[in-house]
């Protein structure tokens, strides 16, 4: 049997090897040897804490798969990713995979080559999945974002309710349960519905004193941008809103000379986030401007800034967002910028996306009457879906129809794709039947073997432009002619560039009507709520910002960050007496507004710069050359 002093030192080997660190963060080797000793565990780590290292180096420390449970299908793919790359056996399964596919991962688990599989809750019920699991012999349960399973929490999603029947099933595995963003209510809430028993608690303070929160109610918010990129040419995020917004803040810095900056959206293909995302992680100034499609799961020590183009959503999904700066423990700044017109659209948008009962049953009969799916049908196949003609049916906003579509593929009801991705090409036909078609037909589906193999057994996924430089057919073509011969039957096209829907579950209206809609609408009202919490910390002008987020959180009795936007301005100077100094020196290296004096002076209050400058107008020491620009005498 293996000494403890062996076996840490086979955990540092581990860790050394596959992650390159020398050393464990704060409590994260205690969590580790807890899941070992086979304990359930409750852990809560703010956003950077490492929370995936705790169940990711036991699984290579033990026998058989690890099973982790998680709610994105981009965050296990993102995980998978960085896990291959360090050289661990890991994979995920997702709807979006054949049978072929699904197999084969069943079969390397079984095998014992798999340390990690990663499935959505939803999975745990799918009947396929349940008998293929008693085959394979399981570490422990990891359930990430396990705050998923609270309905008071941001995300919910019943389907994590499945995990307390299927560990029923299998009750000698124990189960490690984490999130970064959980109330007191909700880690209780967590803690009964998957029934953990007696678990080992770790639970580490949400404060990050290297963190200075700077929330700023503004007009020009592309002035403030560029003033702060100007000279914080540092590594940097930047969340907006939409991805028309990420685009158009991206082409207004780079018409004014700065071009280290990109942007990052769902709507991109899956190179062009991969690519992107790749530069920014190795780089070290290099910003990036995203919708929150972005974030999840990165593992980048240098950020510096996280600027909100506007307010998160919620409180959690911000402090979880800033929480990617500083992470290497370094002085960082998050910043915040809104106006009071905004939060007014942002109220009405909210409501303008919600459906009513009528509404919400509307969208979705229209997709069952479209694809024309009976009563407890299950089509096997998948749809492309045109949102537009959605709209068109039931005269309602994109927004709702989105809402919904949304929802459904959350709770696994329907995948819906509605990224760019590689497209899609199965032959229905049989090879011998081939010579019996029209010839022009013949001959594209002769060209389609020559230059896509697999595609008579199985879905292969493809790229038309690819496709087309191989057969030196334009790109536009060889779209319509599969599109024909879909028609047609002989084949099973799904154009990546466009969105597409799999129904999951088979079609019943009374859940739909009854179940769904309630849960939907519980979902809509939980979000309202966030929504004000979040706007109240925006707003108010009393309250350390720190202090709020700890106090929401449940740690009570803090003290004043001492940084923040309201403890900078409740602060008799900034600098103690020398802050007219401080001015003086960035003076005297050239001319500059009290936007740029605020920038360079640590992004400190512009009221309190202001009071220094009309001393030192007063003085004679500086004077003005416009309205706003000020200079040495």
């Avoid at 809402?403 to 032959?427: A, D, P, R």
């Avoid at 039957?489 to 969105?499: K, R």
């Avoid at 001492?562 to 409740?570: I, L, S």
Wanted: with cysteine.
């Amino acid at each position: 049997m293996i000494s403890s002093q062996d076996f840490n030192e086979l955990k540092n080997k581990i860790l050394k090897h596959f992650w390159g660190y020398d050393h464990f963060r704060d409590t994260q080797e205690q969590i580790i040897d807890s899941v070992i000793q086979r304990k359930d565990t409750l852990v809560l780590l703010p956003t950077g804490a490492g929370k995936s290292l705790c169940y990711q180096l036991p699984a290579l420390l033990q026998q058989g798969t690890c099973l982790v449970i998680s709610p994105l299908l981009a965050l296990m793919k993102d995980q998978v990713n960085q896990l291959k790359f360090r050289g661990i056996e890991a994979e995920y399964l997702s709807s979006e995979l054949d049978e072929f596919d699904a197999e084969v991962i069943y079969n390397r688990c079984k095998d014992g080559l798999t340390k990690l599989l990663y499935i959505s809750p939803e999975r745990l019920t799918n009947r396929q999945f349940v008998q293929n699991i008693e085959e394979i012999p399981l570490s422990f349960i990891a359930v990430d974002e396990a705050h998923c399973i609270s309905e008071w929490g941001q995300d919910f999603r019943p389907s994590y309710q499945n995990i307390k029947d299927f560990r029923k099933n299998n009750p000698e595995i124990p189960c490690l349960a984490l999130t970064a963003t959980a109330t007191p209510k909700v880690l209780d809430e967590i803690k009964n519905k998957l029934e953990l028993k007696n678990p080992n608690v770790f639970q580490k303070s949400f404060r990050r004193d290297n963190i200075k929160i700077f929330i700023e109610e503004i007009s020009d918010k592309y002035q403030k941008v560029f003033n702060i990129l100007k000279y914080a040419k540092e590594s940097g995020i930047i969340y907006v809103r939409t991805r028309k917004e990420a685009e158009l803040l991206t082409e207004y810095l780079h018409r004014n000379k700065i071009q280290y900056v990109d942007y990052y959206h769902a709507g991109l293909t899956a190179k062009e986030k991969h690519e992107r995302q790749n530069f920014w992680n190795n780089s070290d100034q290099n910003v990036l401007i995203s919708t929150n499609a972005f974030g999840m799961g990165i593992d980048k020590d240098n950020v510096r800034f996280v600027i909100h183009f506007s307010p998160s959503q919620s409180i959690e999904n911000y402090y979880q967002e800033i929480g990617r700066a500083g992470r290497d423990g370094k002085k960082s700044f998050a910043f915040l910028l809104w106006n009071q017109q905004e939060i007014s659209n942002f109220d009405q948008i909210l409501k303008n996306q919600i459906p009513n009962k009528a509404e919400f049953l509307k969208i979705i009969s229209y997709l069952y009457s479209k694809f024309q799916i009976a009563e407890y049908e299950l089509p096997e196949k998948v749809f492309q879906l045109n949102t537009t003609g959605i709209q068109n049916f039931t005269k309602l906003s994109a927004a709702k129809i989105k809402n919904v579509l949304n929802f459904l593929h959350t709770q696994e009801i329907i995948y819906y794709n509605n990224s760019k991705s590689l497209s899609s090409v199965e032959l229905l036909i049989n090879h011998s039947e081939i010579d019996q078609l029209p010839s022009k037909d013949a001959y594209f589906i002769e060209l389609l073997l020559r230059s896509l193999s697999g595609i008579t057994s199985h879905k292969v996924m493809f790229s038309e432009q690819n496709l087309s430089s191989k057969v030196g057919v334009s790109t536009h073509l060889i779209k319509e002619r599969l599109k024909e011969m879909q028609q047609k039957n002989y084949l099973e096209y799904i154009d990546g560039a466009s969105a597409s829907i799999k129904f999951l579950k088979p079609r019943d209206e009374r859940a739909n009507s009854g179940i769904y809609w309630k849960l939907f609408e519980h979902i809509q009202k939980n979000k309202i709520q966030k929504w004000e919490e979040m706007k109240f910390f925006v707003e108010d002008t009393k309250y350390c910002k720190k202090k709020l987020i700890l106090s929401y959180f449940g740690e009570k009795n803090t003290k004043n960050c001492g940084q923040c936007t309201v403890c900078e301005k409740n602060k008799q100077s900034i600098f103690g007496k020398n802050i007219s100094e401080e001015i003086i020196r960035v003076l005297s290296r050239k001319p500059s507004t009290i936007e740029e004096i605020s920038v360079q002076l640590q992004f400190q209050s512009k009221e309190n710069i202001l009071e220094h400058l009309i001393y030192l107008l007063d003085a004679g020491k500086v004077k003005m050359l416009n309205f706003k620009t000020y200079a040495l005498t």
